[in-house]
């Protein structure tokens, strides 16, 4: 069962910030996020592991509540360079090793 | 150092007919996946290798879907025949295993099917 993200899309002016969220029904081992420009292959952003929190981009970070299965993409200052669809992927306890489940993706526009 | 690479990158043919793609993963990757990708949606998992062994293709079709990953390196995922809804994008990813505690996920650029 995949993870549910939300919201669904989020429009931007830059300089603002943004929060995604990635909901599970299942415990998981790991939660990571990804961003995909039209076309082109979905980019490791960060992983979370055990409720730590990872920080992978200097303006972009994250955070994983094990006990309520969820976690948050934090996005300050945006920049252009931020649109694109942003997806997470969560990795159950009890599933087999590095079977990442996606969710639907959240599409963030930034505009000038 | 070169990331991973899929081979074609866009794909047209006819249903009925078979078609393959072709992925490297990068160099030491031991774990190797096959994703497809419909438009508007998340990737969702059709196989996984460690190394030559394909420890997950519970989600495969393999009526008509078949993949090989021969030596642990490359690897290739076959179609035959394909179906009008298997237009996709299927994508390729690799990662380092557990036990250097690296399983970020690596993506190629995806081959894109159009079968009509």
Wanted: aromatic content about 10%; charged content about 20%.
């Amino acid at each position: 069962q995949q993870p549910v993200q939300s919201p669904q899309a989020v429009i931007l002016r830059e300089g603002e910030d943004a929060v995604i969220n990635c909901s599970s029904s299942k415990a998981l081992y790991s939660v990571h996020w990804y961003r995909q420009k039209h076309g082109e292959a979905p980019v490791f952003l960060m992983i979370l592991l055990k409720g730590g929190e990872q920080k992978g981009h200097e303006k972009i970070s994250a955070s994983f509540n094990e006990k309520k299965q969820q976690s948050s993409l934090y996005l300050t200052a945006s920049q252009l360079s931020y649109s694109g669809t942003y997806f997470c992927g969560t990795e159950a306890r009890g599933t087999s090793y590095g079977k990442l489940t996606f969710g639907q993706g959240t599409i963030l526009t930034v505009h000038p | 150092e070169a990331g991973v690479v899929q081979s074609p990158r866009y794909k047209i043919i006819e249903k009925k007919q078979p078609v393959a793609f072709w992925c490297n993963p990068i160099s030491g990757h031991n774990t190797l996946y096959w994703y497809l990708q419909n438009l508007g949606q998340g990737p969702e998992l059709l196989i996984r290798y460690e190394n030559e062994e394909a420890v997950d293709d519970s989600q495969l079709p393999k009526d008509r879907f078949s993949a090989e990953r021969l030596k642990g390196v490359d690897s290739t995922l076959k179609i035959q025949p394909a179906e009008l809804g298997d237009s996709a994008v299927y994508l390729c990813a690799s990662s380092l295993d557990r036990e250097t505690g690296r399983t970020e996920a690596f993506f190629g650029q995806g081959t894109r099917l159009t079968v009509v």
